[in-house]
């Protein structure tokens, strides 16, 4: 069985640590991370899932990304566990003095430019306004909801610093660093890259 560190317990942690227990057969996948749920940045966030485009990033990769999350999140949205991972549908619109630029327009529930009825029922003026519907996640309860799932399919908690990788590449693992919040870290990383060898790999997200 190959072991996994994921280094961050935030909900981008969490995440990536669910995804290879559902994508990699015959792992044992721990999380180290000396924050958890209500003590991360992540417990105050919530997002909006929304079209988007990213410089330097191939149109294909990116409605690539927007189709796979959106897939994902609205089947938990479909599903029993909406409440519990406090998600749930959100409508909405976008005013702005340039139209709205972003893939995935297609991919969401709705997406269109907003009538002329509509604009003018705002007390704000601007040139442009697209109406929408997507997914709102509340991450105060995605991640307790996310640790429940990762927990349930035998996942390993450590709450502890990572002061440095060697702690973690000493057990022989393959090592997927989510988060370079430490620029120690990051820096040792970029080191570590470059003197790797054969059986470890790193990646940067």
Known sequence: MRNIVVIGGGVIGLSTAVNIQETIPNVQVTVIAEHFEEETTSHVAAGIFCPYSHPG????????????????????????????????????????????????????????????IEKSSFPIRFPYADFFTS?????????????????????????RRVESLEEVLARQTVCHLTCCCCMKLYHYLLEMVVKSSHNVKYRIR
């Open 57 to 116: 990033v191939s149109q294909e990769r990116i409605r690539t990304w927007i189709g796979d999350s959106f897939a994902h999140y609205s089947k938990i949205i479909n599903s029993a566990e909406a409440v519990e991972a406090g998600m749930l549908r959100l409508s909405g619109y976008f005013f702005g003095r340039q139209p709205y630029v972003g893939e995935g327009k297609d991919i969401i529930y709705d997406f269109r430019v907003a009538t002329a």
């Open 135 to 159: 997914v709102l996640v509340e991450c105060r309860f995605y991640l307790p909801f996310l640790l429940k799932k990762f927990k349930k399919a035998g996942g390993l908690i450590e709450r």
